[in-house]
């Protein structure tokens, strides 16, 4: 089972002599966790490794993003932004609620395909019904900054021979950790990582 391997206390001893070494366990990329624990308090928290700002939310071990380093933000360089405007983000981490009660906290990595992987995702859970796992694990699509829609294998042909009239069309073979991440926990203790990447869910 892959929760009881990252639990394992040879490879948490591993993980943990390279970080008090200084040695950094992943170069780059998007990482997300959503947890809800027994007295439902909730974090849902998004984070690029090797991309952090160097700065640390006092008492809480916590690294802040470095969006000025994000250059899928920035194509025309580091320094365009005129001074004064807000810096964008494509981290979406997030809390659903129905009602006034927390239901669901969800987020994905991904980069530019954050937003549509997780729209995809809360469409399929609170309009189709599906469940948690099926709606992560649904085929997506992404319309890319070359206007081409990028599409998982599972879209039905017909959906597909309408989208070829207004779009170009790529059609993947497979799954692909280029759709995004998405990682979500309920608070009727469900939850699923994503396939598409190397997470897990985890009940302690």
């Known amino acids: 089972d892959k929760g009881e391997l990252y639990l394992d206390e040879e490879r948490i001893s591993i993980f943990s002599s390279m970080i008090l070494s200084g040695r950094p366990i992943f170069s780059k990329g998007t990482t997300h966790m959503s947890i809800i624990d027994r007295e439902g308090n909730a974090a849902s928290m ?13 008492k809480t071990g916590i690294m802040l993003n470095n969006m000025l380093g994000e250059d899928d ?9 005129k001074p004064g405007i807000r810096v964008s983000s494509m981290m979406s981490p997030t809390f659903i609620k129905k009602g006034d009660e927390l239901f669901c906290v969800i987020g994905s990595g991904g ?3 954050i937003k549509t992987a997780l729209l995809q995702v809360i469409v399929n859970m609170l309009e189709l019904s599906m469940p948690l796992h099926s ?3 649904s085929p997506r ?4 900054d070359n206007r081409i829609l990028q599409i998982e294998p599972g ?5 597909i021979e309408t989208l070829k009239r207004y779009y170009k069309i790529n059609c993947w073979k497979e799954k692909n950790m280029y759709f995004g991440g998405v990682n979500a926990v309920t608070s009727t203790g469900d939850g699923w990582a994503d396939s598409r990447r190397g997470g897990a869910f985890l009940i302690l």
């Open 46 to 58: 998004t984070i690029s490794n090797g991309e952090g700002s160097g700065y640390y939310v006092p």
């Open 111 to 113: 980069s530019k395909r």
């Open 155 to 159: 879209i039905d042909d017909i959906v």
């Open 135 to 137: 709606a992560i694990e």
């Open 73 to 81: 933000l920035h194509p025309h360089g580091f320094h365009t932004l």
């Open 141 to 144: 699509i992404h319309l890319d």
